[in-house]
């Protein structure tokens, strides 16, 4: 008497399935176990690890608004301590919106409030910056985004907008990441639109 076995398989993805925007790949449908990769206890398997602060070469003057424009330089760290970009290098940026009163001279931290007066642009950090380059005194300028000028933030743009939100959460895990500052639909980012009134409260706080 044969027997015979049945092999489970993952289901394949066809054309049709992928055209559902809102349905994820079933190949990447991994259940709600989400290991936290930046808790001490994930016991995620690397080999090292290492943090390096680093401040400006010059601290700008914020009464000087050239720096608006300026670019802002780092000294890598020296005595053999190769600092090399790679898949597992993160940079993280700490900052705050401020502003001044009609009339005033000091500088305030913008509260929610003012939400309803201004707004950002979609994916509106990387839209900042123009280029990242690592330099040397032996080798020639790095380029660390390889791209053409001002395209690589509108096509992060589009990839974060149509990312699964579940698979977007593993990559942009602070709520201000420019990631959630994205929308499919143009007319949910104005002032009474909910993708904007969701981002919004995350970098008008009244704080960092």
Request: proline share 6%.
């Amino acid at each position: 008497m044969e027997s015979k076995k049945r092999q489970k398989s993952v289901p394949s993805a066809g054309n049709r399935k992928m055209l559902k925007k809102d349905v994820p790949d079933p190949r990447f449908q991994f259940g709600n176990n989400i290991t936290d990769w930046t808790s001490e206890i994930s016991r995620q398997p690397l080999k090292n690890t290492s943090i390096r602060v680093l401040v400006p070469k010059e601290l700008l003057n914020a009464a000087d608004e050239s720096y608006l424009s300026d670019p802002v330089i780092f000294d890598l760290p020296q005595n053999g301590q190769i600092l090399l970009p790679g898949n597992g290098t993160r940079l993280y940026i700490e900052g705050i919106f401020e502003m001044k009163a009609e009339g005033g001279t000091d500088w305030t931290a913008v509260p929610n409030s003012e939400a309803s007066k201004v707004i950002v642009c979609p994916n509106w950090f990387e839209k900042i910056l123009e280029s990242v380059e690592l330099c040397s005194i032996n080798q020639t300028t790095q380029k660390l985004n390889r791209v053409p000028m001002g395209f690589s933030a509108y096509l992060n743009e589009m990839l974060y907008a149509h990312m699964d939100p579940d698979l977007k959460m593993l990559l942009c895990k602070e709520a201000a990441h420019t990631g959630h500052a994205t929308t499919r639909n143009r007319s949910e980012w104005d002032y009474e639109g909910d993708a904007w009134k969701k981002y919004h409260p995350s970098i008008f706080k009244g704080g960092k």
